[in-house]
């Protein structure tokens, strides 16, 4: 039985009144949610809250859940929405940080010399890129932010995302397609790539 499956059982069984099984599915995704809360509120202590926040709403919604997409997808969109109105009621516009770590960078084609970060210059280039990352996802439109969040940084499918978001697979391909333009965009200066380069 897959994880999809097990969720809709929990998910059954909590709708018939079982609050265990709902505490089940809060344990397990209690740390995901943070993760991702997190991307959007910098505050440990305020993430904390948003996210019990949202798993109340979860838990009052939970009637209304019919299956049609996996509970985790769910939860995410009332996670997101949650933050963001937490963010408007803050008077906060949603930051976005991006701590890539020397694992991550391997990810990026030109980026060989990240490979060996023992070196002060490549510390002071890894940091470099980091900031102009951080600095490139918090100048995105907030559904740019969103989608290339989800996908690179919690390794959400685009059906996930596309769940989460609202809206149709093919404008998550293309959200996460000009977040990764914007972004290498910016890289281009620091890594000596040539316009035409993919990352």
């Not at 997101?80 to 960078?105: C, M």
């Not at 980026?111 to 600095?135: F, G, H, W, Y």
């Amino acid at each position: 039985m897959g994880d999809r499956e097990i969720d809709q059982q929990l998910v059954e069984r909590a709708q018939h009144g079982d609050k265990h099984a709902f505490e089940l599915l809060v344990v397990k995704y209690q740390r995901k949610l943070g993760r991702l809360l997190s991307r959007f509120i910098r505050d440990q202590a305020e993430v904390e809250d948003v996210a019990q926040e949202a798993f109340i709403k979860a838990y009052r919604a939970l009637p209304s859940f019919r299956g049609e997409s996996a509970f985790y997808t769910w939860l995410y969109r009332i996670g997101i929405n949650t933050a963001k109105n937490y963010l408007v009621s803050q008077g906060r516009r949603a930051p976005t940080t991006t701590e890539f770590s020397s694992d991550e960078a391997e990810g990026f084609e030109d980026a060989d010399q990240l490979r060996d970060i023992n070196t002060p210059e490549n510390e002071l280039l890894s940091k470099q890129i980091a900031e102009t990352v951080n600095n490139a996802m918090d100048s995105l439109p907030e559904e740019l932010r969103t989608a290339i969040t989800l996908r690179e940084i919690e390794g959400m499918s685009y059906e996930d995302i596309a769940g989460v978001m609202n809206c149709p697979i093919g404008t998550v391909r293309s959200r996460i397609f000009r977040a990764r333009e914007a972004i290498a965009e910016k890289l281009r200066p620091l890594l000596g790539t040539a316009r035409d380069t993919r990352w």
